[in-house]
């Protein structure tokens, strides 16, 4: 026999490149293999993006906890500014009974308030603080000589944020 002889190791391929046996078995493994690197890395980024999500429901669902009751809080405020109007027109020489009836007023104004601030409720410092228009609503402007200008003077009405949100801004008198 003259022709050439094919060794048992030696596959002839479509090409005409001979090539071992395990060959194609090699590169179906390395093709496998590559498939299931693929496949791990899809499911690491799966994971990181459902731990993502988790935190961010838990961010959310923290927040409207915290916030759900912004709206009932949001209506108090105006009853809050009614018990404000009623102690600041209480006239100086009063009786003892309008005293009385005062000091009732301002023990459940306090009442509501403690209440409210468990809640998160709390009043924005506005009286003698350099203007924030973040927190603070200029209604007008006034000239004083003691104050620095830009400086809160007077308090019309009262802000208030709930935790770190502002839920009514106050409305103030601003130096210049």
């Known amino acids: 026999m003259t022709a050439k002889k094919k060794t048992k190791t030696e596959v002839k ?12 078995l090699e590169e179906q493994i390395k093709a496998a293999e590559e498939e299931a690197k693929n496949h791990y890395d899809k499911l690491l980024r799966v994971m990181a993006e ?3 999500f988790k935190k961010r429901m838990e961010r959310e669902k923290s927040e409207h906890q915290q916030y759900s009751n912004e709206k009932v809080l949001g209506d108090m405020l105006p009853v809050l500014d009614d ?3 009623v ?3 209480i006239p100086k020489d009063h009786s003892s009974d309008v005293d009385n009836l005062a000091h009732g007023m301002e023990l459940v104004q306090k009442n509501m308030l403690t209440a409210l601030a468990k809640h998160g ?3 924005i410092e506005a009286l003698g603080a350099p203007f924030d228009p973040n927190v603070h609503e200029a209604v007008s402007t006034a000239a004083a000589e003691d104050v620095e200008s830009d400086t809160v003077i007077e308090v019309h009405r009262k802000g208030y944020m709930l935790g770190d949100r502002l839920l009514r801004a106050a409305m103030v008198t601003v130096s210049k």
């Open 121 to 123: 409720l709390h009043e």
């Open 13 to 24: 391929t479509k090409a005409g490149e001979k090539q071992k046996p395990g060959a194609k």
């Open 87 to 89: 102690l600041e027109h």
């Open 83 to 85: 018990f404000d109007r």
């Open 50 to 52: 459902f731990e993502n």
